[in-house]
């Protein structure tokens, strides 16, 4: 797991999948046995981390799944306006359409 960055949308978007889940994304875990368990389940020597890090692999399972987009998306991008265009600005309208597809 790389270091912690509360700003990466990575781990924005697993402390997301937990809360979803209704689960606590700072609760300590351990990975024993092909499940999660909470520590305290578990001897004290059994190294543990925060739940949110258990869920990574998924988020980027789906981050994966979410790379092309869907010509609608495409649509929604800002630009040739006369504006300047920024990436963020992309990114952000992007995303917003892949929310509101996902809504309908």
């Given at each position: 797991?790389?270091?912690?960055?509360?700003?990466?949308?990575?781990?924005?978007?697993?402390?997301?999948?937990?809360?979803?889940?209704?689960?606590?994304?700072?609760?300590?875990?351990?990975?024993?046995?092909?499940?999660?368990?909470?520590?305290?389940?578990?001897?004290?020597?059994?190294?543990?981390?925060?739940?949110?890090?258990?869920?990574?692999?998924?988020?980027?399972?789906?981050?994966?799944?979410?790379?092309?987009?869907?010509?609608?998306?495409?649509?929604?991008?800002?630009?040739g306006d006369g504006f300047?265009?920024?990436?963020?600005?992309?990114?952000?309208?992007?995303?917003?359409?892949?929310?509101?597809?996902?809504?309908?």
């Amino acid at each position: 797991m790389a270091a912690h960055n509360p700003n990466s949308p990575i781990e924005r978007a697993a402390r997301a999948l937990c809360e979803a889940r209704g689960l606590d994304p700072n609760e300590r875990v351990s990975r024993g046995l092909g499940f999660q368990r909470a520590v305290t389940d578990v001897r004290p020597a059994v190294p543990s981390w925060p739940r949110w890090e258990s869920v990574v692999e998924e988020v980027l399972a789906v981050v994966a799944a979410l790379r092309e987009p869907s010509p609608d998306m495409l649509t929604a991008a800002p630009g040739g306006d006369g504006f300047p265009v920024y990436p963020e600005d992309i990114w952000r309208a992007l995303i917003d359409k892949l929310l509101d597809d996902g809504r309908e």
